[in-house]
């Protein structure tokens, strides 16, 4: 199962297996595509209870939504972990998956934009959710728009298709 480098992923996009909506060519790199990041934010609450882990639990009873106006900047504290969603909607056809990572000039900084569940079903059609955690020593001015993660795409043995609990999530539902 290999890992489709530069003119694979434009084939691929020109071919309509791979859709990403708004497509910006030049975010395209040697063996992945960066994504940026949306307006909008979820940043959690002091809570004085304890919050259980389980399959029921929605993240979005113990966040509140913060949109960032244009030019402005979301400030991550040491020790802290925010949401954010990408601008980019990302379509994967039959026979892809792939994987969300962060991208390491911004790691160096201590910034962990990707830290959980890195894995992207095939068939996935939505805009990504980002665990973003400052594990630096400085508090982070993150700014939308901001090439923040990129995505790498993978061949995929077999037609399966992801149609689970985040199947379509979009900056409207986030």
């Not at 056809?93 to 900084?109: I, K, N, T, V």
């Not at 990129?150 to 399966?160: K, S, V």
Request: aromatic share 8%; glycine share 10%; proline share 6%.
């Amino acid at each position: 199962m290999a890992v489709l480098g530069r003119q694979a992923i434009l084939q691929a996009i020109d071919s309509g297996v791979i859709t990403i909506t708004p497509f910006k060519p030049e975010l395209v790199g040697p063996a992945s595509v960066d994504l940026t990041l949306a307006s909008s934010f979820r940043v959690f609450r002091k809570v004085h209870e304890v919050i259980a882990v389980c399959e029921h639990t929605d993240y979005r009873q113990f966040t509140d939504k913060v949109e960032v106006s244009e030019g402005e900047h979301i400030l991550i504290m040491p020790g802290e972990t925010i949401l954010g969603i990408t601008r980019e909607r990302l379509r994967l056809g039959p026979g892809l998956c792939g994987w969300l990572e962060g991208r390491s000039r911004f790691a160096r900084l201590g910034l962990m934009v990707h830290i959980s569940a890195p894995f992207m079903g095939p068939g996935i059609d939505s805009q990504q959710v980002l665990e973003m955690s400052n594990f630096g020593p400085a508090p982070l001015a993150v700014v939308p728009g901001t090439a923040i993660c990129q995505f790498i795409f993978q061949e995929l043995d077999g037609e399966e298709h992801y149609d689970g609990r985040f199947a379509g999530q979009t900056q409207q539902s986030f």
